[in-house]
């Protein structure tokens, strides 16, 4: 107990896994990818076409989720380092109420506030 206090990264961890397992599933990248092998089952064009959408709709979540799942991946590394809950940019505590909800938050409220506004400037 000679270390500063930490947020409890058992619980922390546990909830990133969840996080990216679900993601994962939605992606569509879970283990048992079976039934995306091609030419598996009956010729339905029906079915051809839903499985299109499908994919279209992949894509459109794609990037938006590959980066969330980026940050999740980033936030079990963090905790790994020790350097869990630290802002990226002011070096600073986040806020444990923010991790609370975003547990792979890397800015404070403030810096997030002030990336924010910086982006919309450009
Ligand atoms: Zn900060």
Redesign the pocket.
């Known amino acids: 107990m000679k270390k500063k206090p930490q947020p409890n990264y058992a619980t922390v961890k546990t909830k990133l896994k969840e996080m990216k397992r679900a993601l994962l599933a939605r992606l569509g990248h879970t283990k048992g990818t079976e039934g995306f092998s091609s030419d598996s089952g009956p010729g339905d064009y029906l079915d051809e076409a839903s499985r299109t959408q499908n994919i279209e709709l992949n894509y459109v979540l794609n990037d938006r989720d590959r980066q969330e799942l980026r940050s999740i991946e980033g936030a079990l590394e963090r905790i790994e380092a020790g350097s869990y809950g630290e802002?990226?940019?002011?070096?600073?505590p986040?806020e444990p109420r923010r991790l609370e909800i975003l547990p792979f938050a890397v800015?404070?409220?403030?810096?997030?506030e002030?990336r924010e506004v910086q982006q919309r400037r450009s």
């Open positions: 802002c990226e940019d002011c070096g600073g986040i800015l404070c409220v403030a810096c997030q002030e």
